[in-house]
T-cell receptor, first 119, second 111 residues
Framework: GAVVSQHPSRVICKSGTSVKIECRSL??????MFWYRQFPKQSLMLMAT?????????EQGVEKDKFLINHASLTLSTLTVTSAHPEDSSFYIC???????????????FGPGTRLTVL | EDQVTQSPEALRLQEGESSSLNCSYT??????LFWYRQDPGKGPEFLFT???AGEEKEKERLKATLTKKESFLHITAPKPEDSATYLC????????????FGAGTTVTVRA
Protein backbone atom coordinates (compact mmCIF):
# COMPACT_ATOMS: atom_id res chain seq x y z
CA GLY A 1 0.00 0.00 0.00
CA ALA A 2 0.83 3.74 -0.06
CA VAL A 3 2.01 3.93 -3.66
CA VAL A 4 2.69 7.25 -5.33
CA SER A 5 3.38 7.56 -9.04
CA GLN A 6 4.88 10.35 -11.09
CA HIS A 7 4.72 11.00 -14.80
CA PRO A 8 6.86 11.47 -16.78
CA SER A 9 9.94 9.86 -15.23
CA ARG A 10 12.21 12.04 -17.35
CA VAL A 11 11.67 14.91 -19.73
CA ILE A 12 13.93 16.97 -21.96
CA CYS A 13 12.65 20.28 -23.22
CA LYS A 14 13.86 23.44 -24.90
CA SER A 15 14.40 26.64 -23.01
CA GLY A 16 11.24 28.75 -22.85
CA THR A 17 8.77 25.89 -22.97
CA SER A 18 6.50 24.71 -20.14
CA VAL A 19 6.55 21.24 -18.63
CA LYS A 20 3.84 19.55 -16.58
CA ILE A 21 4.59 16.81 -14.07
CA GLU A 22 1.81 14.67 -12.59
CA CYS A 23 1.79 13.10 -9.15
CA ARG A 24 -0.83 10.51 -8.22
CA SER A 25 -1.55 8.61 -5.03
CA LEU A 26 -2.67 5.22 -6.33
CA UNK A 27 -4.13 3.45 -3.31
CA UNK A 28 -5.02 6.18 -0.84
CA UNK A 29 -6.52 9.64 -0.76
CA UNK A 30 -3.95 12.33 -0.11
CA UNK A 31 -5.15 15.32 1.85
CA UNK A 32 -1.77 16.96 1.42
CA MET A 33 0.83 16.70 -1.32
CA PHE A 34 4.32 18.15 -1.39
CA TRP A 35 6.75 19.04 -4.17
CA TYR A 36 10.51 18.87 -3.73
CA ARG A 37 13.52 19.40 -5.92
CA GLN A 38 16.84 17.70 -5.43
CA PHE A 39 20.20 18.66 -6.88
CA PRO A 40 22.97 16.08 -7.33
CA LYS A 41 24.40 14.83 -4.05
CA GLN A 42 22.13 17.13 -2.04
CA SER A 43 19.11 16.48 0.11
CA LEU A 44 15.51 17.25 -0.73
CA MET A 45 14.42 20.88 -0.78
CA LEU A 46 10.74 21.53 -0.18
CA MET A 47 9.21 23.77 -2.81
CA ALA A 48 5.55 23.85 -1.87
CA THR A 49 2.72 22.24 0.04
CA UNK A 50 -0.68 21.74 -1.53
CA UNK A 51 -4.03 20.72 -0.11
CA UNK A 52 -6.85 19.49 -2.30
CA UNK A 53 -8.99 22.39 -3.49
CA UNK A 54 -6.75 25.06 -1.99
CA UNK A 55 -3.95 27.25 -3.26
CA UNK A 56 -0.49 25.87 -2.72
CA UNK A 57 1.77 27.30 -0.04
CA UNK A 58 5.23 28.02 -1.42
CA GLU A 59 8.47 28.01 0.52
CA GLN A 60 10.51 31.17 0.73
CA GLY A 61 12.46 31.81 -2.45
CA VAL A 62 10.28 29.63 -4.68
CA GLU A 63 8.58 31.59 -7.47
CA LYS A 64 4.90 30.71 -7.47
CA ASP A 65 4.39 32.11 -10.98
CA LYS A 66 7.12 29.89 -12.32
CA PHE A 67 6.18 26.70 -10.52
CA LEU A 68 2.41 26.35 -10.83
CA ILE A 69 0.84 23.73 -8.59
CA ASN A 70 -2.68 22.39 -8.93
CA HIS A 71 -4.19 19.88 -6.50
CA ALA A 72 -7.46 19.19 -8.26
CA SER A 73 -8.45 15.99 -6.48
CA LEU A 74 -7.49 13.84 -3.50
CA THR A 75 -5.33 11.66 -5.74
CA LEU A 76 -3.76 14.09 -8.22
CA SER A 77 -1.43 17.06 -8.01
CA THR A 78 0.42 18.65 -10.90
CA LEU A 79 3.52 20.84 -11.06
CA THR A 80 3.98 22.99 -14.14
CA VAL A 81 7.37 24.55 -14.72
CA THR A 82 6.61 27.58 -16.86
CA SER A 83 9.10 29.10 -19.30
CA ALA A 84 11.74 26.62 -18.24
CA HIS A 85 15.41 27.56 -18.35
CA PRO A 86 18.55 25.44 -17.95
CA GLU A 87 18.82 26.40 -14.27
CA ASP A 88 15.47 24.69 -13.70
CA SER A 89 17.06 21.36 -14.63
CA SER A 90 16.75 19.17 -11.57
CA PHE A 91 15.16 16.06 -10.06
CA TYR A 92 11.59 16.86 -8.99
CA ILE A 93 9.93 14.58 -6.45
CA CYS A 94 6.41 14.65 -5.08
CA UNK A 95 5.05 13.11 -1.92
CA UNK A 96 1.59 12.48 -0.54
CA UNK A 97 0.25 12.25 3.00
CA UNK A 98 -2.95 10.41 3.90
CA UNK A 99 -3.75 12.80 6.74
CA UNK A 100 -6.95 12.50 8.72
CA UNK A 101 -7.31 9.82 11.34
CA UNK A 102 -6.27 6.81 9.31
CA UNK A 103 -3.21 4.65 9.79
CA UNK A 104 0.04 6.66 9.59
CA UNK A 105 -1.71 9.93 8.68
CA UNK A 106 1.45 11.99 8.92
CA UNK A 107 3.77 9.83 6.83
CA UNK A 108 4.87 11.22 3.49
CA UNK A 109 5.07 8.63 0.72
CA PHE A 110 7.24 9.65 -2.18
CA GLY A 111 6.94 9.22 -5.90
CA PRO A 112 9.82 7.92 -8.03
CA GLY A 113 10.80 11.40 -9.21
CA THR A 114 11.01 13.22 -12.55
CA ARG A 115 14.33 14.16 -14.11
CA LEU A 116 13.91 17.47 -15.95
CA THR A 117 16.59 18.61 -18.39
CA VAL A 118 16.19 22.00 -20.03
CA LEU A 119 18.38 22.58 -23.08
CA GLU B 1 20.45 27.02 12.15
CA ASP B 2 20.14 23.46 10.82
CA GLN B 3 17.30 21.53 12.34
CA VAL B 4 18.57 18.12 11.31
CA THR B 5 22.22 17.04 11.12
CA GLN B 6 23.26 13.60 9.95
CA SER B 7 26.62 11.93 10.44
CA PRO B 8 28.74 10.60 8.99
CA GLU B 9 28.27 11.93 5.45
CA ALA B 10 29.48 8.65 4.00
CA LEU B 11 30.04 5.19 5.42
CA ARG B 12 31.85 2.34 3.73
CA LEU B 13 31.26 -1.07 5.28
CA GLN B 14 32.32 -4.59 4.60
CA GLU B 15 29.48 -7.06 4.24
CA GLY B 16 28.54 -8.22 7.73
CA GLU B 17 30.17 -5.25 9.48
CA SER B 18 27.49 -3.65 11.67
CA SER B 19 27.41 0.10 12.20
CA SER B 20 25.20 3.03 13.19
CA LEU B 21 24.11 6.27 11.57
CA ASN B 22 23.35 9.35 13.63
CA CYS B 23 20.65 11.98 13.22
CA SER B 24 20.70 14.96 15.60
CA TYR B 25 17.73 17.30 15.62
CA THR B 26 16.72 20.62 17.10
CA UNK B 27 13.02 21.43 17.22
CA UNK B 28 10.77 23.12 19.74
CA UNK B 29 8.27 20.28 19.63
CA UNK B 30 8.67 16.98 17.82
CA UNK B 31 5.68 15.50 16.04
CA UNK B 32 7.69 12.65 14.54
CA LEU B 33 11.09 11.61 13.23
CA PHE B 34 11.22 9.75 9.95
CA TRP B 35 13.84 7.57 8.29
CA TYR B 36 13.90 7.05 4.55
CA ARG B 37 16.13 5.15 2.17
CA GLN B 38 16.95 6.65 -1.23
CA ASP B 39 18.58 4.81 -4.10
CA PRO B 40 20.28 6.83 -6.87
CA GLY B 41 17.79 8.38 -9.29
CA LYS B 42 14.77 7.32 -7.24
CA GLY B 43 12.41 8.82 -4.71
CA PRO B 44 12.85 8.16 -0.99
CA GLU B 45 11.39 4.94 0.38
CA PHE B 46 9.73 5.13 3.79
CA LEU B 47 11.38 3.06 6.53
CA PHE B 48 10.29 4.17 10.02
CA THR B 49 8.48 6.77 12.05
CA UNK B 50 9.44 7.40 15.69
CA UNK B 51 7.35 9.59 17.93
CA UNK B 52 8.75 9.57 21.45
CA ALA B 53 12.05 9.11 23.27
CA GLY B 54 12.78 5.49 23.98
CA GLU B 55 10.85 4.21 21.00
CA GLU B 56 12.50 1.60 18.78
CA LYS B 57 11.46 0.07 15.46
CA GLU B 58 12.97 -2.73 13.42
CA LYS B 59 12.80 -3.91 9.85
CA GLU B 60 15.03 -6.73 8.67
CA ARG B 61 18.63 -5.60 9.32
CA LEU B 62 17.64 -2.06 10.30
CA LYS B 63 16.75 -0.77 13.74
CA ALA B 64 15.88 2.83 14.54
CA THR B 65 15.98 4.36 18.01
CA LEU B 66 15.04 7.80 19.34
CA THR B 67 16.17 9.99 22.22
CA LYS B 68 15.17 13.58 22.99
CA LYS B 69 17.98 14.95 20.85
CA GLU B 70 18.94 12.30 18.32
CA SER B 71 18.06 9.16 16.50
CA PHE B 72 20.22 6.25 15.47
CA LEU B 73 19.78 3.88 12.58
CA HIS B 74 21.61 0.64 13.30
CA ILE B 75 22.50 -1.64 10.40
CA THR B 76 23.20 -5.17 11.56
CA ALA B 77 25.26 -7.49 9.36
CA PRO B 78 24.68 -5.38 6.25
CA LYS B 79 24.52 -6.80 2.75
CA PRO B 80 25.45 -5.06 -0.52
CA GLU B 81 21.76 -4.42 -1.20
CA ASP B 82 21.69 -2.17 1.89
CA SER B 83 23.86 0.31 -0.03
CA ALA B 84 21.86 3.55 -0.33
CA THR B 85 21.54 7.05 1.07
CA TYR B 86 19.65 7.09 4.36
CA LEU B 87 17.72 10.26 5.06
CA CYS B 88 16.44 11.47 8.40
CA UNK B 89 13.62 14.03 8.63
CA UNK B 90 11.61 15.68 11.41
CA UNK B 91 8.08 16.98 11.63
CA UNK B 92 7.50 19.80 14.09
CA UNK B 93 4.42 20.64 16.10
CA UNK B 94 2.23 22.19 14.87
CA UNK B 95 2.52 21.98 11.12
CA UNK B 96 0.87 20.61 8.03
CA UNK B 97 3.00 17.47 7.95
CA UNK B 98 6.04 19.33 6.54
CA UNK B 99 9.36 17.48 6.76
CA UNK B 100 12.79 19.00 7.36
CA PHE B 101 15.44 16.70 5.95
CA GLY B 102 19.03 16.13 6.92
CA ALA B 103 21.69 15.90 4.23
CA GLY B 104 21.77 12.11 4.42
CA THR B 105 24.35 9.39 5.00
CA THR B 106 25.50 7.45 1.96
CA VAL B 107 26.21 3.84 2.90
CA THR B 108 28.26 1.57 0.66
CA VAL B 109 28.48 -2.10 1.57
CA ARG B 110 31.18 -4.11 -0.15
CA ALA B 111 30.87 -7.84 -0.65
Amino acid sequence: GAVVSQHPSRVICKSGTSVKIECRSLDFQATTMFWYRQFPKQSLMLMATSNEGSKATYEQGVEKDKFLINHASLTLSTLTVTSAHPEDSSFYICSATPGGTGRAPDTQYFGPGTRLTVL
Amino acid sequence: EDQVTQSPEALRLQEGESSSLNCSYTVSGLRGLFWYRQDPGKGPEFLFTLYSAGEEKEKERLKATLTKKESFLHITAPKPEDSATYLCAVQELPNDYKLSFGAGTTVTVRA
